[in-house]
């Protein structure tokens, strides 16, 4: 085998590799172009593209420009005005730093320069084509920097042939922009592809247009807005859950100090954050602007600087997901009801309920229709073409009511924190005890019933459609409840209440031996007190070896070493133990205890879960993300049925 002999590679090869890593496709070229235009300050950027960029793209901007001595120096490799020590890597206050971004894609293309530096009476018109400079010269032009560039890669088949169509390019593009849109509010951003306006930006410095001009009007009131400071990082933006979610990620946009950015540990914080207020395969969306010392960001990570890296990653992580979590929980996703227990305008208030006495009511006399002498059974069934009955309280029963003994005697007070005794004293044999008074017959009282409490409430429920949906009045609104996923919310709420004292820990029978790899022993060694309060009881037992004396009460000992595994793995990212795992357990739990759809329910019943979801005020979504209540205006109805033209 021959031996290789190591040369130096030509100047054109060494540009084509550098391009190679900056310069990907069309997007990556204009995104290195923006944000130089962004560095010298422009505050209106235009970016038109023909066929995805493939035959050309235009880049102008109103910034500070090239100064006409530096226009060689701006196409050469490794040449910037961002940095000049290797110690300004560590603080970088710029989005362009490396130097490389201009020369990459003068060298696979035909590129025209047209600038002028603020404060010059003439501008420079540059012609590049392949990395060779063919000509400079004077040209009259507004104040900024506008680059033409066509036919990129025309000098490297090979990577041009692994170009998508102009119609993916163009959406790469499109996205490119919504991000660069979304990261600079104050900069106006006009985006043209094929001679039509896709993007345009008011730059007028409010977040709020600026999504606006990106996901419109509609999208922008579904967003909850996000603000909060923690850990050295203050936090902005808007959080969509429910209707807002996506069936991917890249609605989730982040940026640092103005630079966006993609960061799986943000992602993966909100969506902690957004747990059970997204339906399950969806994500939810969210623009999020981070802002911390530059010192403490590492965005010398790759050429392309899509990616970040932060000193603290967990205390950045803690930060989105608690503030997030925070936010969301001050708002409320689910149609607006009012408490239900609102009496209606100018009504009386209700009277108390009456005292009676319990009697055996007269049996009916003989000649009496048959309907009368059929008992009445409304209250726990519907009627049998499916109609909601007439509701009215049961008629009284034959047999006698039970009485409920009296409540045990409380310790006065006076006697809580003294040795006095509450037995009785003893008796005094001179005295002779004096006899108890006969009790008097307690009177019952009748429970009022579900159906004599919703007449004083505002809604009105007006049956079940499939056995699933319960349907609803209220004011001008038709909503619509599914069955299924209230009483799943609502036994998860109540699960959740149940297992909140733990840490509880649950013996094992049999204590578990686990081998743990070296990391997750080291992980173990450095979390024995989460672990602890999370309900873990552990024991070292040599060897990389851990005994698993006990698992948190809401697990099974099914689960215990995949638990436990689980959460080593998650103690790696985070510091603190999600109860990732307890809360799936009560999921599942109240998932298959939870009313079925198309399981016929009493109207007792279906009242009383329409009662229990508004007076506790719980999450809009079963836990598994979906929603409890859809709402439909009058106004929908009507234009439905033609009552009024749209």
Known sequence: MEIAHIRQLPPEVIGQ????????????AIKELVENSMDAGATAITVDIKEGGLASFRVADNGSGIQPSDI????????????RTAEDLYGVRSLGFRGEALASIAAVSKLTCQTRARGQEMGVLVRNEGGDILSIQDAACPEGTTFTVKELFYNAPVRRKFLKKPASETAAVSELMARLILSHPATSFRFMADGKLVYFSAGDGNLDSAIMSVYGTDTLKLLTKIEGSMNGVMLSGFVGVGDAGRGNRSHEHFFLNGRAMKSPLLS?????????????GRFP?????????????DVNVHPNKWEVRFSDERGVRAAVETIV????????AAPPIPPMYLPPENAAPAPAPAK????????????????????????????????????APPAPKKEAVPIL?????????????????????RPNPEKPPEMPAPLAEPEQVQAPTVEAAFQQKPIRVLGVAFNTYIVMEYGDLLILSDQHAVHERLLYEQFMRETAAAPASQALLIPLMVNLSPAEYACYEENKETLEKAGFDLAPFGDGTVQLRGVPIVLGQPQAESCLLEALDELTENPSLPPADRTSRVIQMACKHAVKGGERLPEESVKQ????????????????GRPLMVQITRNELEKRFRRIQS
Not at 405 to 425: C, H, K, Y
């Open 17 to 28: 590799i550098a391009a190679g890593e900056v310069v990907e496709r069309p997007a990556a």
């Open 72 to 83: 060689r120096l701006a196409f050469a490799r490794h040449a910037t005005s961002k940095i």
């Open 268 to 280: 993966s914080a909100v969506e902690n954050a957004c747990r059970q207020r997204v339906t399950i």
């Open 285 to 297: 969306m969210c623009v999020l602007h981070l802002t911390m010392p530059f010192e403490n960001a």
């Open 325 to 332: 979590f925070e936010a969301l929980e001050k708002t409320n």
């Open 356 to 391: 009676i006495q319990v009697t055996q009511p007269a049996p009916p006399p003989e000649d009496a229709p048959a309907a009368l002498k059929k008992p009445d059974n409304r209250l726990s069934a519907f009627t049998e073409d499916g109609a909601l009955p007439t509701f």
């Open 405 to 425: 003994p009296p409540p045990a005697p409380v310790r006065p007070a006076a006697l809580r924190d003294s040795g006095a005794s509450l037995l009785p004293p």
């Open 609 to 624: 879960l329409i009662r229990d979801v508004i007076e506790q005020k719980v999450t809009p979504t079963c836990p598994h």
